[in-house]
């Protein structure tokens, strides 16, 4: 006989709930962000560089955590601290735009996947100049 479980397999990965909720944090990020409406001398005149790739929401939706990147790559490690310093900014924004029972706490952290996607590039480029470097013999 079949058991069922109420708690969801960890490897499913995030609900629908969860990657709704994400991008529409995401969203009012981005806007904050523009409208820069900022006490931190940093974030007003370096907003516009930050790019929030994703926004990742836990499953019971108080926390969040933000991919957040420069455009350049310049001032990383400065703008992650200027943002988390200005976190309850956009949470007040989250929670005047998005309808929700709990407004999630917000962490801003570095986005690698671009750095990732990069890397690959180059192990990709390098395979096929051996390839062809192969085939000229």
Same mark, same amino acid.
Request: charge should be neutral; avoid cysteine.
């Given at each position: 006989?079949?058991?069922?479980?109420?708690?969801?397999?960890?490897?499913?990965?995030?609900?629908? +709930?969860?990657? +709704?909720?994400?991008?529409?944090?995401?969203?009012?990020?981005?806007?904050?962000?523009?409208?820069?409406?900022?006490?931190?001398?940093?974030?007003?005149?370096?907003?516009?560089?930050?790019?929030?790739?994703?926004?990742?929401?836990?499953?019971?939706?108080?926390?969040?955590?933000?991919?957040?990147?420069?455009?350049?790559?310049?001032?990383?490690?400065?703008?992650?601290?200027?943002?988390?310093?200005?976190?309850?900014?956009?949470?007040?924004?989250?929670?005047?735009?998005? +309808?929700?029972?709990?407004?999630?706490?917000?962490?801003?952290?570095?986005?690698?996947?671009?750095?990732?996607?990069?890397?690959?590039? +180059?192990?990709?480029?390098?395979?096929?100049?051996?390839?062809?470097?192969?085939?000229?013999?």
């Amino acid at each position: 006989m079949k058991r069922f479980s109420s708690q969801k397999n960890d490897m499913a990965g995030p609900s629908q +709930r969860q990657l +709704r909720v994400g991008e529409q944090l995401r969203h009012v990020i981005s806007d904050t962000l523009t409208r820069g409406h900022f006490h931190d001398e940093f974030l007003l005149n370096h907003a516009g560089l930050v790019l929030v790739s994703e926004v990742r929401v836990s499953p019971d939706m108080k926390h969040a955590t933000a991919y957040a990147t420069m455009v350049g790559g310049e001032n990383l490690a400065q703008s992650l601290t200027s943002l988390n310093a200005n976190a309850d900014i956009f949470q007040k924004d989250i929670a005047r735009q998005v +309808r929700m029972k709990f407004t999630p706490k917000l962490r801003f952290v570095e986005d690698t996947v671009f750095d990732n996607a990069a890397k690959m590039d +180059r192990l990709i480029s390098s395979l096929n100049i051996k390839h062809d470097e192969s085939e000229g013999q």
